[in-house]
């Protein structure tokens, strides 16, 4: 089932229990733009509403980069005063954020190049699997460029701080093994193996409990805050919401019965 993102060049998709969404740009290989970051937020609206959907999938189209980071070709149209650059900055940091606190698990399927701004999309997603020809970086410091605490933060979050110096000291690039060998991506595939593993993966995810993996989540979320800042009572709701609900009864009934349980997601 297509959704309509208003832009061709964001699609999406429903497929195999999970939402799939393609950057499709990729004359400029897949560089963001306005109306493609509105396509993701009514991609990802649907996609977190609709049950049936356990996973969302985040990709590239064609085989030479995942996303390369803004179109600059528009900054000309949507970032020529103090408040157009305002308003974009809003909509991109605001949808981006929707990415990263949504509940359900979120997978960024790589090929190709993943620099900069792509980077910091695929960070925004919990798992990251990328094909062997795959090439990472953050040239900030050849362009001159200050990355806030936030995006600072996430990238210390998973490679931690030693990697993340030198991924910005350097401002050069990587390939897949050492991305693996920081921590910055979970799995390697060659690329005629990427996206049948990342389906195959997807259907694993979608067996699971999603009030399980929802819980899990939320709780990964807060434990990535500081300390004063941690919703401990949010960690403690979600997962008696587990206990109370009937997958729970479904996972245990499954167990003794000796059969693969039927969840749904209640």
């Known amino acids: 089932m297509n959704i309509d993102t208003k832009t061709e060049k964001l699609q999406a998709h429903k497929e195999g229990g999970a939402g799939w969404i393609t950057f499709n740009n990729p004359a400029k290989r897949n560089a963001m733009s306005y109306d493609m970051w509105l396509g993701l937020d009514i991609a990802l609206d649907d996609f977190i ?52 606190t949504c509940t359900k698990p979120t997978i960024a399927m790589i090929r190709g190049f993943c620099m900069g701004g792509g980077l910091g999309t695929a960070l925004t997603c919990d798992l990251r699997i990328c094909s062997d020809d795959s090439r990472f970086g953050v040239p900030a410091g050849k362009l001159g460029v200050g990355y806030k605490y936030s995006a600072l933060k996430r990238l210390n979050d998973i490679v931690g701080p030693a990697y993340a110096a030198e991924i910005f000291y350097t401002a050069r690039q990587f390939d897949a093994q050492e991305a693996k060998d920081m921590g910055l991506v979970n799995r390697v595939l060659p690329v005629s193996e990427l996206e049948n593993y990342v389906l195959q993966y997807v259907k694993t995810i979608s067996a699971n409990a999603p009030l399980t993996l929802k819980a899990v989540k939320v709780c990964l979320s807060e434990m990535g805050k500081d300390e004063s800042h941690r919703d401990l009572a949010l960690c403690e709701r979600v997962v008696e919401n587990c206990f109370a609900s009937e997958d729970y009864a479904e996972g245990r009934t499954a167990f003794m019965e000796k059969r693969k349980p039927v969840f749904k997601g209640r």
């Not at 085989?63 to 157009?84: H, L, N, Q, Y």
């Open 49 to 100: 509403a609709d049950t049936n959907v356990r996973a969302i999938v985040l990709k590239g189209a064609g085989d030479k980069a995942f996303v390369s980071g803004a179109d600059i070709s528009e900054f000309k149209e949507r970032r020529a005063t103090p408040e157009a650059v305002a308003e974009y900055n809003k909509v991109s940091v605001t949808i981006a954020h929707k990415l990263l």
